[in-house]
């Protein structure tokens, strides 16, 4: 398995490009970018900009791994605003075409939500409705990523949808498009379940992974803390994901960042990454 970041990880405001540079100096394999509103990387990003940042990552010896976007939590594909549900589209077909430019083969997808509770009044879905929509949408957009030979990774987050391994696999397995499947988030899991068993019940249908871990006694997002400062049992992790013949990148996403000396949890992450892949010894 190979060694990534997720641009989120590092300290606010800073420049994409400064990201990667950071990210191949903390001894990173690849760098997964993340699609915004506006910005460096935008929906009003240019071929010219995105093959551009594509170049950089190539001269700074770095892979980008993948290409994720937050902005399925503003625009769902299962709102009950049929506005929202077509920009929610627009974006996935967006996120699609600059996946390709960039020479990626993942992107990760949220595909609705029933409900959001850390995010303030957000819209309730009832759930069977929330199902058919996300269906159709992710249907529509496994037109285009074949288009684009571009997999679109379905991440499980904290939306009250798709919430146990099986749900998931029931999900992927009807959509029936080898373009779709699991962008499987370690550190999410465990709200509710363990992730050994959410990578052993999905296998194969597992497009990209994420790294991160969580501590259940303290609830809700303060929850989430260091690699290895968790409850994650990271050995069985590790295990499963070999079993399950995964031998992709592993990356983390590491919020919420430090207070002061922000750029030291890349570092600090990578070291961690290395004791969790066994590439390391104590020191």
Not at 36 to 43: F, H, I, Q, T, Y
Request: glycine content about 10%.
């Amino acid at each position: 398995m190979k060694k990534g970041i997720n641009a989120w990880s590092f300290p606010a405001g800073m420049g994409t490009k400064d990201c990667i540079r950071l990210a191949k100096s903390a001894g990173f394999e690849g760098i997964e970018l993340a699609l915004a509103e506006d910005g460096e990387l935008s929906l009003d990003s240019g071929k010219a900009e995105v093959t551009e940042l594509r170049a950089f990552a190539d001269d700074t010896g770095i892979e980008l791994t993948s290409l994720a976007s937050g902005l399925y939590w503003t625009y769902s594909l299962t709102s009950n605003s049929v506005s929202t549900r077509s920009k929610a589209l627009d974006i996935g077909r967006k996120q699609l075409e600059t996946a390709a430019q960039l020479g990626v083969d993942t992107i990760l997808l949220i595909p609705g939500a029933v409900g959001v509770d850390f995010i303030p009044g957000s819209e309730v879905v009832p759930y069977d409705v929330a199902y058919e929509r996300a269906q159709v949408a992710v249907t529509q957009l496994a037109t285009t990523a074949a288009e684009y030979k571009v997999n679109i990774g379905i991440e499980n987050v904290w939306n009250k949808f798709l919430i146990s391994p099986l749900e998931m696999r029931r999900f992927i397995d009807e959509i029936g498009s080898p373009w779709v499947g699991s962008y499987l988030d370690i550190g999410n899991t465990l709200l509710t379940g363990y992730p050994e068993h959410w990578i052993s019940i999905l296998g194969e249908r597992i497009k990209k992974v994420h790294f991160k871990d969580y501590r259940r006694q303290a609830g809700g997002l303060h929850g989430f803390v260091d690699l290895l400062a968790g409850d994650v049992d990271y050995p069985s992790v590790v295990a499963a994901l070999t079993a399950a013949g995964y031998d992709d990148y592993v990356i983390a996403e590491m919020i919420p960042n430090y207070t002061h000396h922000t750029e030291q949890i890349i570092y600090n992450t990578s070291s961690s990454m290395d004791r969790i892949l066994g590439r390391e010894t104590a020191r």
